[in-house]
């Protein structure tokens, strides 16, 4: 069984930067291409970033150059680096993983999901 645990999150200013984290338990974090979604209220969930399972990175073109995505293998864990966070990024933050040969960005393909964390961008 595999489960995701979500660290992280808070009330941050606009500008500032936040990391969060997700631990996998019950299969190695290698195996799956680990995805990054996110839920503004009243919006639909939308794909934010990844790293995939040879490591390589991919971002959506709304947070390129903001956000970065790590990983931890010796920790099972993978991190979203927020930076430079502006109040259109509040929203409730998932991580989720995805068995798939390829990754793919639409959020209904991740087959596990964390328990999600808010993320408020505000002055």
């Known amino acids: 069984q595999v489960h995701l645990v979500q660290s992280g999150g808070g009330l941050v200013q606009p500008g500032n930067s936040l990391t969060l984290s997700c631990v996998v338990t019950?299969?190695?974090?290698?195996?799956?291409?680990m995805g990054w979604i996110r839920q503004a209220p009243g919006e639909e969930r939308k794909f934010v970033a990844a790293?995939?399972?040879?490591?390589?990175?991919y971002a959506a073109d709304s947070v390129k150059g903001r956000f970065t995505v790590s990983r931890d293998n010796a920790k099972n864990t993978v991190y979203l680096h927020m930076n430079k966070l502006k109040p259109e990024d509040t929203a409730v933050y998932y991580c989720?993983?995805?068995?798939?040969?390829?990754?793919?960005?639409?959020?209904?393909?991740?087959?596990?999901w964390g328990q999600g964390t808010q993320v408020t961008v505000t002055s």
């Open positions: 989720a993983a995805d068995w798939a040969m390829v990754l793919r960005t639409t959020p209904g393909s991740y087959e596990y």
């Open positions: 019950g299969r190695t974090v290698t195996n799956y291409h």
């Open positions: 790293i995939r399972k040879n490591g390589a990175e």
